[in-house]
C-alpha cells in the first residue's frame, strides 16, 4: 500500500489517498500516517463510508481510543463516538481550542467524519500553533515556556453532568508551550476555557494573556479551512493545532460529525524537569 501525501495549504493539512481504513492497517502504513500527521497536522481522507463499528475500527490506524467526556453527546451503542450534531441545538465549538486538555494525558488526534454537511458553510478552521509559537519574538517564546496552566472541565459550562464533572473535573497541570513528541518542534498549547488559570496570575490575567496570545499568533497563513463534503474524515493532532467550528450555515440543514480522539502523551516541554 502506497500513500500519497498531497499538501491542501501552505502552512497545514493535506489529503492522503492510497490507505484502506476497511481493513486493518499494517505498522509500515501506521508508521506513515503518524509522520504524514506530525508533519501536516491535519490529514484528510475523501469519500469515506463507515458504520459506527467500522468507524471505531479506524481510530486503530492512529492509536487507542480515549472516552470523551460530555457523555450525553455520546453514541448510545457505540460511547466512543461523540456525535457533533448542530440541529439539537448543541452549538457549534466556535473559539479556538484543542480537545480535552482536563486530561492527563489529553488526546494526540481527533478523528472527524462528516457524516451530513450543509451545502454550504459550517467549515472546520485548524490552526497551525507550531508556527503561531515560532514566529513569536524569542523573548517571549522563552517566556511563554516557564508558564503552566491548570486545566479542569469547562467550569462555565452549565451542561455539564454532575457524573462526568466528578470523573474528569480534577485540576491537570499543563505546560503552555509543549514538544511534539514525534516531531520535536513546540507549539502553543491550551484550551482557553478549561485552562481557568496560568499558575502564579489571577484567572482574568490568565484569560487576558491566552486571548491576547490567540489574536496575535492565529493568522490567515496559519489557518486551514476545511470545507466539509459528505464522506470526508479528517485526522487533527491536537498537539500543534487548534481548531474551530463555523455555525454560520443555514441552520434549518443539518450537520453531523462523528468524533474520536485518540490517547496521546502527557505534555511536556523538552529541557524542563
Ligand atoms: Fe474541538
Redesign the pocket.
Known sequence: MTLTVKKLHPSLGAEVSGVNLHAPVDEETKAALSAALAEHLVLVLRDQSFTPAEYLAVADAFGTLMRQHYSQHNMADYPDIGIILHRDGQKP?SMW???HTNRERPPKA?ILYGLTVPREGGETSIANMRAAYAGLPAEERRHLETLTTLNSIDAHRTDVLPEDREKYGAPVAHPLVRTHPEHGSKAIYFHITKAFEIEGMSGAASQALMQDLLDRTITPENIYTHRWRKGDLMIMDNRATM???HGDYDRSQDRELW?LIVQGDRPYLQGTP
Request: aromatic fraction near 0%; hydrophobic fraction near 20%.
Open positions: 465549538a481550542h484543542t480537545d481527533t481548531h474551530r467550528a468524533r
